[in-house]
Nanobody, 116 residues
Framework: QVQLVESGGGLVQPGGSLRLSCLAS????????MSWYRQAPGKERELVAT????????NYADSMKGRFAISRDNAKNTVYLQMNSLKPEDTAVYYC?????????WGQGTQVTVSS
């Protein structure tokens, strides 16, 4: 079955960086675009970034442009989210997402806390 397992979250100071990873299994990874979402306490889940199958196309939410970078390694079935210049408002649970055969799948999420 489809599984998405995120890792790499943690506590970081404002201005710091983190790299999140999402290991995918149970489907042909190279055939599907991948996305990262996040959900802050009391807020709706929002799209962070999307990457196309071969990685040639990326799309970001406006507030993340220039600070976050999504990438993928198709040989490792892994999608990454490099987050730089982190702000307290980036604090959230970050989720990996794939839409496979019309159904949306989520990982368990990884907590990112930006605080001094």
């Amino acid at each position: 079955q489809v599984q998405l397992v995120e890792s790499g979250g943690g506590l970081v100071q404002p201005g710091g960086s983190l790299r999140l990873s999402c290991l995918a299994s149970g489907f042909v990874f190279t055939n599907y675009a991948m996305s990262w979402y996040r959900q802050a306490p009391g807020k709706e889940r929002e799209l962070v970034a999307t990457i196309t199958t071969a990685g040639g196309g990326t799309n970001y939410a406006d507030s993340m442009k220039g600070r976050f970078a999504i990438s993928r390694d198709n040989a490792k079935n892994t999608v990454y989210l490099q987050m730089n210049s982190l702000k307290p408002e980036d604090t959230a649970v970050y989720y990996c997402n794939a839409r496979v055969n019309g159904r949306r799948y989520w990982g368990q999420g990884t907590q990112v806390t930006v605080s001094s």
